[in-house]
């Protein structure tokens, strides 16, 4: 028995070392890989190819493809990168797959449209998307949101907008707030309870956790925005009542007989600058945030940018 | 170096294998009880017993190709393990199947190779080997092309290839004509003469009648008797076989311990040959008519058939020599 | 001390020949000369670059495809077939036996990608009419194909140690799917937490990586490929063959062979 235990002792300790071996190298050929070679996710780019090339199992491509995109979105969000190049791409070969797959569109309205690095900064490419799943899905609302939502948002063309709202409230189970937004366009276009509204909904009517998540923020953001709108009003006054800027942000508040310092979502103090600005302490923390900034403020991009 | 110079080739000690059988739930199957036997050097050593028995197990177990449950076996005075011993010893399986691509001088060529036969004795020594086991013009043709009783002499030819001093046959007359038989048994006769050892298995009992020096009967898993075939044959051996008409047993005949059955109008009595006479005598004597006097057949396989008979009836309780 | 692994490694490879198996090269250069033909009516600009990415394409699949059916066999059709039974009681210890198998078929392999490439550069030859200095990437990416099959060879050794021929197809081709995607296996793993990290981690590790082999769509547009990745791609691909030749040998050294 002598020699076949000294051989299973040799190829055990073999199997774990290169075991230990092929995974070091592996986690190094990941980092050298970018650089080597380019991103090659997508090696075949036409949806009608990969369609034929899935030989008839276009469903379980989509779900390949699909997660493909969350994960490149994910990935990619995480380190705040600069450009995501591939969503689009990846969401049409999707959509192609799998045209009834509405969370793919969903998906391409909250993240497709917005700039880097919120989104992909692809406002044409994602109401080409809508219009798409539209055409494949006549009869979902959720669709005629989404498009509408891309329209408003990101390219503010209200009119349109208001257009495509209008349309889907007609559907047969169309949820009332689409009349309401769609009558909202004409009047408070480029309001924040408008903005708000459209972002709650999103929320609600969503089932994937990172639209959630990217609804909550705008509307952290918003509130912020607004909270700053109206500090730096009241700062404005004043300075007109005064002369002078107030001390600090609680000088402010008691002029203004606020019943405490004005906080951001995160419960924060806003801050005062010297030239009478109106601040958040923690700018990381809203990222869709417009206001309350400091000047030059960017998010910086942790993952660098091979496209 | 053992100064003896008997040493026994073959030492089997207590060599067992049990396997799981089912695929849910596992029972355990005993292929072999444990074995205890001793193959002298320079003998030809025959494993008798009927399909199923255990013999192409053990032959398994002693090449390395199965491991055993627990035991272990000494061949050629090595641990049966050790690789060098493998170098010394043939093995022709039972219905051996090779590579068919290959030509029967591909074949062996390969087969030296592995067994380290020196490159420049290779071609003389497979020719040698071809001839010896009766394969001519097969050069170029592909084992493909192969009767079984071509295949069974290639099989023979590659488990002397190396000159080994010790074989291993599993039935190797099997998927011959008569002519092959024979020469497998000249063959075998010569390695015996060549000084070498032949463990085979079969269940043919006249070819180990007449090969065997000594046999070991096996069956189902459990090795019955070992000897030579002789004292085997013994208990059987110098008895007559008695008939004469009527139903009447003289008391004289009795007398003499003779085993007697009675038909409808014969009575048929199994005696020592050397009470013969007497039993004629004591026939006249009474005025019986005698029909015949037939020496009882003297083989291996009246033995053999007597005692897996009386394996079956004790359920297999004795305790197998061992 | 005399080993058995080059005599048995050249008798895999003859099998190979003699069942045929190069025979895979003729439809293989039917394919590519009449691509190279085809695609010269179409479009100037594009035929290297269809000739490149079709004829190596075809030389990683056709590789893979031959790998995994002779490499399925190598061992459980000698089990079947018995004849391992006059292998095994000579002086040949198993574990000699899986890598003498494993060379054959990586040998069967390498000859066969020699004859390819040699197609590969004249189709080429054919559409461009000279090399140039670029087109000395072929070879990077030939040497990345064949390290690929060193992979899959063993793989399908593995599955062929302990499983039925079928089954061993199955296993071996899912898992040359799976280590087409296993980038997207290594990400999920960055990004899971808890349980599911570990085990995502775990099935990365385990799982081949061959998305770091395939470098055919960069070398077609002449990018070069760095050194550090030839190196570590090498290394990567010899440790994981140990690995999985380990894990053949384990499995046979301790097998009943019925």
């Known amino acids: ?307 | 170096m053992s100064p003896e110079p008997i040493m026994p080739s073959i030492e089997i000690l207590g060599l067992e294998k049990t396997y799981q059988v089912g695929f849910w739930r596992k029972r355990p199957k005993q292929a072999l009880r444990p074995l205890h036997l001793q193959v002298e050097d320079g003998e030809i050593f025959g494993f008798l017993g009927p399909n199923g028995a255990g013999k192409t197990t053990t032959l398994k177990l002693l090449m390395g190709l199965i491991f055993p449950t627990s035991g272990s076996a000494r061949i050629l005075g090595r641990e049966w393990t050790d690789p060098a011993v493998k170098a010394q010893i043939g093995f022709l399986p039972e219905q051996p199947y090779f590579y068919d691509y290959l030509t029967a001088h591909e074949l062996l060529e390969y087969y030296a190779q592995l067994s380290g036969v020196p490159g420049k004795l290779r071609r003389q020594r497979i020719e040698q080997v071809l001839h010896q086991v009766g394969l001519r013009d097969v050069q170029g043709v592909q084992l493909r092309k192969f009767s079984k009783g071509m295949l069974q002499r290639v099989g023979i030819g590659q488990a002397i290839l190396h000159d080994p001093k010790l074989v291993f046959f599993d039935e190797p007359m099997s998927g011959l004509d008569p002519m092959g038989r024979r020469e497998v048994r000249d063959l075998m006769e010569q390695l015996k003469q060549e000084g070498k050892t032949v463990f085979f298995s079969t269940h043919i009992l006249s070819d180990a009648e007449a090969l065997c020096d000594r046999v070991a009967i096996i069956h189902k898993g459990e090795v019955l008797r070992v000897g030579a075939v002789d004292d085997l044959t013994s208990s059987v051996r110098g008895k007559v076989e008695v008939i004469w008409q009527g139903s009447q047993i003289p008391a004289s005949i009795k007398a003499l311990g003779a085993e007697c059955h009675v038909t409808a109008d014969m009575v048929r009595a199994i005696l020592d040959e050397k009470h013969q006479d007497a039993v004629i005598d004591a026939l006249r004597r009474e005025r019986l008519r005698l029909v015949s006097v037939t020496p009882v057949r003297t083989s291996l396989e009246t033995y053999f058939v007597e005692k897996l008979r009386h394996a079956e009836t004790t359920a297999g309780s004795i305790a197998g020599g061992a | 001390m005399k080993t058995s692994i080059p005599h048995i490694a050249s008798n895999t490879f003859r099998e190979a020949v003699r069942d045929r198996v190069l025979y895979n090269l003729i439809a293989f250069a039917l394919l590519l000369s009449g691509a190279a033909i085809l695609v010269g009516q179409i479009s100037i600009e594009i035929e290297k670059l269809v000739v490149i990415n079709l004829g190596l394409t075809a030389v990683s699949l056709f590789g893979v495809v031959i790998a995994i059916f002779i490499g399925i066999g190598l061992v459980s059709k000698e089990i079947e077939k018995r004849t391992l039974y006059t292998v095994l009681s000579r002086p040949v210890r198993r574990w000699e036996f899986i890598v003498g198998k494993f060379f054959g078929l990586a040998g069967t392999l390498t000859v066969n990608t020699f004859f390819m490439a040699i197609g590969v550069f004249a189709a080429l030859f054919y559409v461009s009419h000279r090399f140039v200095r670029a087109d000395a990437l072929i070879f990077v990416a030939l040497y990345f194909i064949i390290l690929e099959f060193l992979i899959v060879c063993s793989l399908a050794l593995l599955f062929s140690s302990f499983s039925s021929p079928l089954l061993s197809a199955v296993f071996a081709f899912s898992l040359f799917v799976i280590g087409s995607f296993s980038e997207d296996l290594r990400n999920f793993a960055s990004m899971a937490h808890g349980v599911s990290r570990w085990l995502a981690t775990g099935a990365a590790c385990l799982v081949p990586n061959f998305s770091a082999f395939n470098v055919i769509a960069s070398i077609a547009h002449e990018q070069p490929v760095a050194v550090q990745l030839i190196l570590q791609n090498t290394l990567y691909a010899l440790f994981y063959a140990a690995m999985a030749l380990s894990g053949a040998v384990l499995i046979f050294e301790h097998r009943d062979l019925k």
Not at chain 1, 187 to 202: N, V
Not at chain 1, 273 to 289: C, H, I, L, N, S
């Open chain 1, 1 to 307: 028995m002598k020699p076949r235990r000294k051989i299973t002792g040799i190829a055990s300790v073999t199997l774990l070392l290169s075991l230990a071996a092929s995974s070091f190298i592996l986690h190094r050929v990941d980092q050298l890989r970018p650089q080597a070679t380019l991103d090659e996710v997508l090696f075949l780019s036409s949806p009608t190819v990969i369609q034929r090339a899935s030989l008839g199992y276009d469903g379980l491509m989509a779900c390949i493809y699909w997660t493909r995109a969350v994960q490149y979105f994910g990935y990619r969000h995480h380190y705040h990168a600069a450009s995501y190049n591939l969503l689009a791409p990846l969401l049409e070969i999707t959509t192609r797959l799998d045209p009834h797959l509405i969370i793919a569109y969903e998906f391409g309205a909250s993240f497709l449209s917005p700039k880097p690095p919120q989104g992909a900064g692809e406002p044409q490419r994602a109401v080409e998307l809508m219009q798409y799943g539209i055409q494949q899905n006549p009869d979902n609302w959720h669709l005629y949101y989404d498009l509408g939502f891309v329209y408003y948002m990101d390219l503010r063309d209200y009119k349109k907008a208001a257009e495509i709202f209008q349309q889907g409230s007609q559907l047969p189970h169309a949820h009332p707030f689409l009349k309401i937004l769609a009558a909202q366009m004409a009047q408070h276009a480029g309001e924040y309870d408008t903005a708000r509204m459209l972002w709650s909904a999103t929320y609600e009517n969503t089932q994937d956790k990172q639209i959630k998540e990217n609804a909550i923020e705008h509307l952290r953001a918003l509130r912020v925005d607004e909270d700053v709108q109206h500090l730096q009003e009241a700062v404005t006054r004043f300075g007109e009542r005064t002369g002078h800027l107030p001390e600090n942000i609680a000088e402010l508040a008691a002029a203004e007989h606020l019943p405490g310092v004005p906080v951001d979502p995160d419960g924060q103090p806003y801050k005062l600058t010297p030239d009478g600005r109106v601040e958040v302490r923690v700018p990381d923390d809203f990222p869709f945030a417009t206001m309350g900034l400091p000047p030059g403020y960017t998010p910086k991009p942790t993952l660098r940018d091979y496209h």
